[in-house]
């Protein structure tokens, strides 16, 4: 039991890595190729890559996965951890910098928190409910407070709030996630992965009905393989893995790398900065963090 705790951990510290540098790539290239067809590059690259692995691996016919697997939450899945997330993450990077997107990420445990106190009945302590709350005033400074009202400004207002959307859509995933998590977690991840990628194929092409599908450079295929095969493929498998062998909080705890790695990546390699008031946002969101899930990790 410690060895495959110890695996989930391993698993999720290097999902946590690679997913807080997905922020700033996406960034990178989003200038290049327009949001929605990237999503769509990304993930169709994910989908592939998530129905090799299972078919290599695969110990029975297809015909029988097909028939056992829970078509419903497979679907669930696709729409709200493909689709509806990555449609409003890439819009996002268009409109906010990368330091800030990262930053808001960090709402994620605070979010899965409080989606599994109403949908799993998880019970949340005082303690908890002020860190919820911590973060919650984090994430409005973060990104309302502190951004300008310019109409060019690079932390729009609106690109913070799409990523606030996200991040709900993320936790809506990651609570199904743990509740088909008795279920063969390839299997799951491939078909919501394969589902929520053919949904992105019909706006892509609308995104594209005037200019025509666009010239993707080596470099940002590069990128796309990079955001697809690993950071879509490989680590929401790894992701789904995780969730079978820790709790749905430890798991969450540990998204608390996904925004630091994000703005330590914005910082260095794109130069960017951010201001007073979004250092104390990002203080409250983490320390709300460290509250919220303080319970779980002293009886975890």
Same mark, same amino acid.
């Given at each position: 039991?410690?060895?495959?705790?110890?695996?989930?951990?391993?698993?999720?510290?290097?999902?946590?890595?690679?997913?807080?540098?997905?922020?700033?790539?996406?960034?990178?290239?989003?200038?290049?190729?327009?949001?929605?067809?990237?999503?769509?590059?990304?993930?169709?690259?994910?989908?592939?890559?998530?129905?090799?692995?299972?078919?290599?691996?695969?110990?029975?016919?297809?015909?029988?996965?097909?028939?056992?697997?829970?078509?419903?939450?497979?679907?669930?899945?696709?729409?709200?951890?493909?689709?509806?997330?990555? =449609?409003?993450?890439?819009?996002?990077?268009?409109?906010?910098?990368?330091?800030?997107?990262?930053?808001?990420?960090?709402?994620?445990?605070?979010?899965?928190?409080?989606?599994?106190?109403?949908?799993?009945?998880?019970?949340?302590?005082?303690?908890?409910?002020?860190?919820?709350?911590?973060?919650?005033?984090?994430?409005?400074?973060?990104?309302?407070?502190?951004?300008?009202?310019?109409?060019?400004?690079?932390?729009?207002?609106?690109?913070?709030?799409?990523?606030?959307?996200?991040?709900?859509?993320?936790?809506?995933?990651?609570?199904?996630?743990?509740?088909?998590?008795?279920?063969?977690?390839?299997?799951?991840?491939?078909?919501?992965?394969?589902?929520?990628?053919?949904?992105?194929?019909?706006?892509?092409?609308?995104?594209?009905?005037?200019?025509?599908?666009?010239?993707?450079?080596?470099?940002?295929?590069?990128?796309?393989?990079?955001?697809?095969?690993?950071?879509?493929?490989?680590?929401?498998?790894?992701?789904?893995?995780?969730?079978?062998?820790?709790?749905?909080?430890?798991?969450?705890?540990?998204?608390?790398?996904?925004?630091?790695?994000?703005? =330590?990546?914005?910082?260095?390699?794109?130069?960017?900065?951010?201001?007073?008031?979004?250092?104390?946002?990002? =203080?409250?969101?983490?320390?709300?963090?460290?509250?919220?899930?303080?319970?779980?990790?002293?009886?975890?």
């Amino acid at each position: 039991m410690l060895n495959k705790k110890f695996i989930g951990l391993i698993s999720i510290l290097f999902v946590m890595i690679v997913w807080g540098s997905s922020y700033p790539v996406t960034k990178m290239i989003i200038n290049d190729i327009a949001p929605i067809t990237l999503a769509f590059c990304r993930c169709s690259v994910g989908a592939i890559t998530l129905l090799l692995i299972f078919f290599i691996n695969k110990d029975k016919p297809i015909r029988e996965y097909l028939v056992d697997a829970p078509w419903l939450p497979i679907i669930f899945m696709g729409l709200t951890g493909v689709t509806c997330f990555y =449609i409003l993450f890439n819009i996002s990077a268009q409109m906010t910098s990368a330091s800030v997107g990262s930053l808001i990420q960090g709402f994620i445990p605070i979010c899965i928190a409080l989606f599994a106190a109403v949908f799993l009945k998880e019970k949340l302590s005082a303690v908890q409910i002020i860190g919820i709350i911590a973060s919650l005033i984090g994430v409005m400074l973060i990104g309302f407070l502190s951004s300008d009202h310019n109409s060019d400004t690079r932390n729009s207002i609106t690109g913070n709030l799409l990523m606030i959307v996200a991040v709900m859509s993320w936790g809506a995933y990651t609570i199904m996630s743990k509740k088909t998590a008795h279920f063969n977690p390839l299997l799951i991840t491939s078909l919501s992965t394969f589902i929520g990628s053919a949904c992105l194929l019909p706006v892509a092409i609308f995104e594209n009905r005037h200019s025509g599908w666009p010239v993707i450079h080596l470099s940002s295929w590069m990128a796309i393989l990079y955001l697809g095969a690993v950071s879509s493929g490989i680590c929401y498998l790894l992701y789904n893995k995780s969730l079978r062998l820790l709790s749905a909080s430890q798991v969450g705890n540990f998204t608390n790398l996904d925004p630091v790695v994000g703005l =330590i990546i914005s910082l260095v390699f794109l130069n960017e900065h951010i201001n007073v008031l979004q250092i104390a946002g990002a =203080i409250l969101v983490l320390g709300g963090i460290v509250l919220s899930t303080r319970k779980s990790r002293l009886t975890g």
